[in-house]
């Protein structure tokens, strides 16, 4: 049984969802306030440590990690499963097709000189011998997104050296590979080994591709030839999402909240991702399968994200046009326990002016709704952008408006925001980030409490309301936002 507190009252109370149980031997279930005050209050930090001590000792037991088509994700998908179920609800794991992809061997190697080079995922394979080749560089200021950056260059049999940033390396190796390029290097656009990234899949891959430091870029791009090694494998498997819905509620309005649950192989991924999976989880189980909702709930958990964003990228693919338009929102949740925790909401009308623009029409408000739950308690909020990392981007792409807030991962904490929040001025949000120190040890719980009580406060607020002054378009609105999208 479960019962919360109502915000701004010392009164317990307890609220009967309506559901009945599952059988006729498991009794009946207590569920807290479906609205944004009762879920915040009743997602407490002791619950969402309760879930990252299991997930993590299910890592401990499959290999130190829960990454999409191992043991350990499959053990993973079972307790989220389990969980869902007991609180009533019905459950789905749709399955689908992934690339997994191995580096066994990554070198870079110039006038005998090794320099650091980090294959990025999906990269197609060299010989064991690598590949020896000229250096041709993108111009100063282009960055390599269209073949008019290369005018004048040949590329045939080079390997093209490009800046990070403007559009996504599949594209820039894409570029290259169709100008006669033997292979690629992408140079970091901030100071830093570039040791993360994805060709998007193993169709856009077409050339061997890594990425190197912004330190090494200027020796690379003097160099006259590299011999740059990366052996990788990609085989294809399968994984799972796991999708469960409020019986009550409008289906022509639907809030849809996820996490992605798979880790990186390197770690067992409590803070990426078990802390957005524990607090998505957690407030499922506070709101129940059957709530008194006007807007129906849509909980769910990804797989392979890691690889690419694949599990949300197919279950969006996977829509139906009338599906589409009856997803009012999506709120996601990625990393909200950072060890030098910031705390972060979605950009959603770009007044950052960083990176990407502004989301869909309607994620402005969400933004809002995060900004001002948590200067209700005492926490400043910044921006961060919506540069396609987590598994918003598919939703954002079919113009449904997104939000969430976030903690921070390989960015470093400024001054100010350390001055605001505390912790540590320029060091990275998440020292731990894809490694395998990335333990519930290692988890920021003050952070984690508030994130996750804002968590629940988001999907509480939408879950009665998709409309008024942090609403999103709904109707003939929402069809006319989207066909402007």
């Not at 498997?237 to 469960?244: D, E, G, K, P």
């Not at 809030?255 to 499922?284: C, F, Y």
Request: hydrophobic share 40%; net charge negative.
């Amino acid at each position: 049984m479960r019962i919360s507190l109502l915000a701004g009252s010392a009164v317990t109370v307890l609220i009967l969802a309506g559901c009945s149980s599952t059988s006729d031997e498991e009794p009946a279930r207590v569920f807290a306030t479906p609205d944004g005050p009762g879920l915040s209050a009743a997602v407490t930090e002791e619950a969402l440590v309760g879930h990252l001590e299991q997930l993590e000792a299910i890592a401990a037991e499959n290999d130190g990690n829960r990454a999409a088509g191992t043991a350990g994700y499959d053990a993973s998908v079972d307790y989220v499963v389990s969980q869902l179920e007991s609180a009533g609800f019905e459950v789905t794991t749709p399955e689908f097709e992934f690339e997994t992809f191995e580096a066994q061997t990554q070198t870079l190697s110039l006038a005998g000189t090794e320099i650091p080079v980090f294959a990025l995922s999906y990269s197609p394979t060299t010989t064991a011998e690598g590949i020896t080749a000229r250096v041709v560089g993108a111009p100063a200021g282009a960055d390599g997104c269209e073949a008019a950056d290369y005018t004048g260059l040949d590329l045939a049999g080079a390997v093209a050296v490009v800046p990070r940033g403007v559009c996504p390396f599949g594209v820039k190796q894409t570029v290259a590979a169709e100008l006669g390029a033997a292979a690629a290097i992408v140079v970091n656009n901030e100071p830093g080994p570039l040791d993360s990234g994805t060709l998007g899949d193993a169709d856009t891959a077409r050339i061997p591709t890594g990425g190197v430091s912004q330190e090494d870029g200027a020796a690379v791009l003097a160099a006259p030839e590299v011999t740059l090694t990366l052996v990788t494998e990609t085989e294809t498997t399968t994984s799972r999402n796991i999708i469960a819905q409020t019986t009550t509620g409008s289906t022509e309005n639907v809030v849809v909240t996820g996490a992605h649950l798979d880790s990186v192989p390197e770690g067992p991924g409590i803070n990426d991702n078990g802390t957005g999976t524990a607090a998505v989880l957690e407030t499922a189980l506070q709101m129940g399968s059957a709530p008194e909702v006007t807007n129906a709930v849509r909980f769910a958990f990804w797989g392979a994200e890691e690889n690419g964003l694949v599990g949300s990228t197919k279950y969006v693919e996977g829509l139906s046009d009338e599906d589409k338009r009856n997803i009012a929102l999506y709120l996601n949740f990625d990393m909200i326990g950072s060890h030098n925790a910031g705390y972060l909401a979605y950009d959603g009308d770009d007044s950052d002016q960083v990176g990407e623009p502004a989301g869909p029409a309607g994620s402005d408000a969400i933004e809002r709704t995060f900004v001002e739950h948590l200067a209700a308690e005492d926490v400043a909020v910044d921006g961060t952008d919506f540069d396609g990392r987590s598994d918003y981007g598919p939703f954002i792409e079919v113009g449904i408006p997104s939000g969430g807030v976030f903690s921070g991962a390989d960015e470093n904490k400024t001054a100010a925001q350390a001055e605001k929040w505390g912790g540590t001025a320029d060091q990275t949000f998440d020292e731990n980030y894809h490694t395998d120190q990335d333990t519930l040890a290692n988890v920021d719980r003050a952070a984690l409490a508030k994130n996750g009580a804002a968590v629940a406060y988001g999907i509480g607020v939408y879950a009665q309301s998709v409309e008024g002054p942090n609403g999103v378009p709904v109707g003939a609105a929402r069809e006319a936002a989207r066909a402007e999208g």
